[in-house]
Structures are given as C-alpha cells and as structure tokens.
C-alpha cells in the first residue's frame, strides 16, 4: 500500500524553527519527485517547495524561498522540510505528495506536473 | 501568469450534473488537475491531464478542456462529493506548481 506520514508539526513561537518529515512506503521514493503543499486554516492550498528525485533540483515559492529548505532520504524514504524563521502566516497544515510526471514530447500541451498519492498533514501553528 | 480562478461554490441536488470551470492563461498550454478535498481530509485527485481518471476513480467524475479554460463535470452527484475541488498545474519543468481558488460542491 502506498503511504506518506507526515510529522514533525506541531507549536513554535514566531521567528523560531521546525522540521517536518514526511515517511514514504509502498513505491520506489528514489526515482520520484516529491512536493510539500499547505493549506491555512480555512484557505486553500498553497505550493511550498519541490524536490526532484536526486535533490539536484530544489523550487521555492515566494514566500518560503530563503526561510524553508528542502531535502531528502532516498536510503531512508524520506523528504524533510527545514522550516526556518517562521511567521504566524506560516501556520498550516501542511502535506507532503508524490509527483506525476506527464512528460509530453509532442502535442498541443506541454509536460506538465500533478500530485498523485498525499499524506495526511501535519499541523503547523505558529503563535507566541 | 500562474493564477487559476474558480467559482467559489456551486450548489446541484443529488443526481445533477455538477461542473465547476478553471480558468488562466497557463490552460493553454499546460495539463490541469482536479482534487478533491472532503472536511478534514486531504486532497485526493480525482482528473488528471485535463481528462484522464485515476484509478478507482468513479467513471462519474470526468474533466475537459477548451482555450484557457478547464472543467470538471460530476454527473449524477452523489452526498458523498460534497467537497471543496481544487484545479491545479505547473510551469513546463515542475519549478511551480499554482492551485486554483478552489470551489466548494454542496449536494442539496
């Protein structure tokens, strides 16, 4: 059975930091890229960051970008999320999914990414 | 640009045809997909590449394209797809991925 199981989460006073991880079983994690996405409470879901299969690429949003990290186990199964100098806008839930890749040499659309199989979150709360 | 707009909620009785649309430019050139998202749940996709069924998704859910614009179609709405739906894609490499606003289905 494919299953992610997110941890880590949990509270922490603004400006300081957190590590998420997120344990992969049932698929081969090392040949797949793999995504973290939050959601705020009542918000919806937002990107966070995206790891390719060996960590040669790593992808930001904005509003992570220099503050968030992440990383990955392929011997482990395991994708991290360093999380540095956090905000109270940084309080979510946040999931952990695996990468579709449709890859498209030729047609009217490009190659383009979705996220197949997700954990069930973890919760963030940052808050003094 | 990367924003996709959905209408925030769509109301159908059980047994309609409910379509929620998603629209922005990227659509024209990149694959859509479709989660969806029951309460206190995470998402689950439902449409990928535009029109293409997961396994062990109900033959009920389907997806199209037209232009800039992408749409999910539930016939035949059961209680249980009362949910909140969410459209998705990416820039060509997977170096972003943007969401949709989101729309919640309610089943009358």
């Known amino acids: 059975e494919v299953q992610l199981v997110e941890s880590g989460g949990g509270l922490v006073k603004p400006g300081g930091s957190l590590r998420l991880s997120c344990a992969v079983s049932?698929?081969?994690?090392?040949?797949?890229?793999m995504t973290w996405v939050r959601q705020a409470p009542g918000k919806g879901l937002e990107w966070v960051s995206a790891i390719n299969d060996n960590s040669a690429y790593r992808y930001y949003a904005d509003s992570v970008r220099g503050r968030f990290t992440v990383s990955r186990d392929n011997a482990k199964n395991s994708l991290y999320l360093q999380m540095n100098s956090l905000r109270a806008e940084d309080t979510a839930v946040y999931y952990c999914a695996r990468v579709r890749e449709d890859v498209v040499l030729v047609g009217a659309k490009q190659s383009t990414y979705g996220l197949d199989v997700w954990g069930q979150g973890t919760t963030v709360t940052v808050s003094s | 640009s990367y924003e996709l707009t959905q209408p925030p909620s769509v109301s159908v009785s059980p047994g309609q045809t409910a379509r929620i649309t998603c629209s922005g430019d990227?659509?024209?050139?990149?694959?859509a997909y479709w989660y969806q998202q029951r309460p206190g749940q995470a998402p689950v996709l439902v449409i990928c590449k535009d029109n293409e069924r997961p396994s062990g998704i109900p033959a009920r859910f389907s997806g199209s394209s037209s232009g800039t614009t992408v749409t999910l179609t539930i016939s035949g709405v059961q209680a249980e797809d009362e949910a909140d739906y969410y459209c998705q894609s990416t820039d060509r490499i997977g170096s972003v991925y943007f969401f949709g606003t989101g729309t919640r289905v309610t089943v009358l």
């Open positions: 049932g698929f081969p994690f090392s040949i797949n890229s």
């Open positions: 990227a659509l024209a050139k990149q694959y």
